[in-house]
Structure formats: C-alpha cells, structure tokens
C-alpha cells in the first residue's frame, strides 16, 4: 500500500496567517496566447507540507542544505493520538510504544480533518512542551505532525524551539486521514534549495 501523505498545493489552500504569507499560481504563458503553457508560482516556503529545518527558530541552527538525501528515507511509526490536545505521553508509554523498534521518524496522527476551504483554521492539536522535551531523548530524526504547525498562532514556539534545538526536524502539514497506526516507510524529499530554513516536500508512506 501507497499513501500520500502530502497537501497538495492550491491557490485557495489556507495559509498560515500573516501578510507575509502568500501563495500564487499564474499562468505565465498560455496555448493559446504563446503555443505553450507555463505556469508561475510565488508562494512561501513553508506552505502545505514542509520541513523546518533548524535555522527556522535556532539563530546558528543547521540549513536546509546540511542534510544529506538520505536523511528523508526511512522508518516511520504512525501514531494515532486523538482525543489529545495538546498531545502528551508520559515517558513510560512512549517506551512501551517505542519498544519493538526505534523509528527515523514519528508521525502524529490527529483528529483532524484535511482543511478544503480557504479560511485557515487556528485552533488545531499541538504538542505540550513535556512531550517535545521527551521525544529528544528517543533517537528520531525528525516529527511529524497532520496539523499545521506544533505550537499555535501567535503562542511562543517553545515546541520548534525544543525540537529544532536538538536538530529534530518537523514535517508539518501532513495528511493522515485514511492511514492506520503501524510502521511503514518514509520518503519525504525536500526541495533542492540550499541554505533555507524550510522547504516543501512530497511525503510518500509504503507498507
């Protein structure tokens, strides 16, 4: 079985709020104007399904381009986490969860709903503080999360800063709807752009 587990990108997607954040997708050259068609995207880097990369909240944090490729392949463990909010293990049940085989990476899956409208939703699980401190400790490379971000709109990011500080990086924006709680593989390729903070990806689950 194959999941995409990645937003697809569209002009009408919600973006995180703030003037900063736009997105366009312009045709820039048409058949039937040009005998071609090319397309033209403006959009910020961390729209839809992204990485943030250390320098995203650490000022002397590793970039984008310091990760080798095969640093986004690996072992995945899908956990369902609903009902929690914010997301919260305590140490015992992590180790209980994580006891059969250490992952690359750890995805949370939550309650929620992939977000079809425009209007961007800022009430969404995150993770408690707790929780991001232990997961340093257990060996993954990077978290990932089906909510937009792990720390809310206009809260301090302490989740980023704790993850991303302990070069944890978080694969935000996921879709997990139809995917069960079990180990798979995990392709999740950022974007070629060197020295950034963040990049869009396409993340692609096999079992």
């Given amino acids: 079985m194959i999941y995409d587990i990645s937003q697809p990108i569209r002009n009408d997607m919600p973006l995180w709020p703030g003037p900063h954040n736009i997105l366009s997708l312009t045709d820039s050259k048409t058949h039937y104007h040009d005998n071609v068609h090319v397309t033209r995207i403006e959009m910020g880097l961390h729209t839809g399904t992204h990485i943030d990369f250390p320098y995203h909240h650490i000022s002397e944090g590793k970039k984008s381009h310091e990760f080798s490729v095969d640093y986004f392949k690996g072992r995945a463990l899908v956990l369902h986490c609903f009902d929690k909010n914010p997301i919260t293990f305590n140490s015992n049940h992590l180790d209980s969860i994580l006891s059969q085989e ?51 709109p206009g809260e301090e990011p302490t989740n980023h800063k704790i993850l991303l500080g ?39 689950l096999l079992n």
């Fill in 102 to 152: 250490i992952p690359d990476f750890l995805l949370l899956r939550t309650q929620i709903k992939p977000n079809t409208s425009s209007v961007f939703n800022s009430i969404f699980p995150v993770l408690d503080p707790s929780t991001s401190n232990l997961l340093t400790t257990k060996g993954i490379r990077i978290l990932g999360i089906d909510s937009p971000s792990v720390d809310l």
């Fill in 166 to 204: 302990n070069n944890i990086l978080l694969l935000e924006g996921l879709v997990l709807t139809s995917v069960p709680q079990g180990l798979y593989e995990l392709n999740c390729f950022p974007l070629a752009i060197d020295g950034v903070e963040s990049s869009p990806c396409r993340a692609i």
